[in-house]
């Protein structure tokens, strides 16, 4: 092409290569195996990437509501809560680890090693 024509030029960056390919049904399935969801939020991401980041380099306020616990059932009539930050001093039921299965007192709260 000579300089100063204005003839038409393929753009560098195909647009359709960025869309999704549509994935192929399983036999038997009677919709596509992923459908787009619309998202909840808009400003918050839903990459597992990004959302790893933010709950380990969250800072110490926001692993306070990070390590929360779910409440038992009369305590969650009672208080109209599902779930609480955890405290000195909480009556605990452990549920994970060699420990579980018994109750106890929590006697620390470290944030910096969610413990």
């Known amino acids: 092409l000579a300089q100063g024509t204005s003839a038409?030029?393929?753009p560098r960056v195909a647009l359709s290569a960025h869309l999704p390919r549509p994935r192929a049904q399983s036999p038997g399935a009677s919709r596509p195996l992923r459908e787009?969801?619309?998202?909840?939020?808009?400003?918050v991401s839903g990459s597992r990437r990004k959302s790893r980041k933010a709950y380990f380099t969250a800072t110490s306020h926001v692993r306070r509501k990070l390590m929360s616990a779910p409440l038992s059932k009369?305590?969650?009539?009672?208080?109209?809560?599902?779930?609480?930050?955890?405290?000195r001093d909480d009556e605990v039921m452990i549920c994970r680890g060699h420990y579980h299965d018994r109750e106890g007192k929590v006697t620390q709260v470290y944030r910096k090693k969610w413990r």
């Open 36 to 43: 787009a969801i619309m998202k909840q939020k808009a400003c």
């Open 74 to 87: 009369d305590l969650r009539t009672k208080y109209n809560v599902r779930s609480l930050p955890i405290r």
């Open 8 to 10: 038409q030029r393929p």
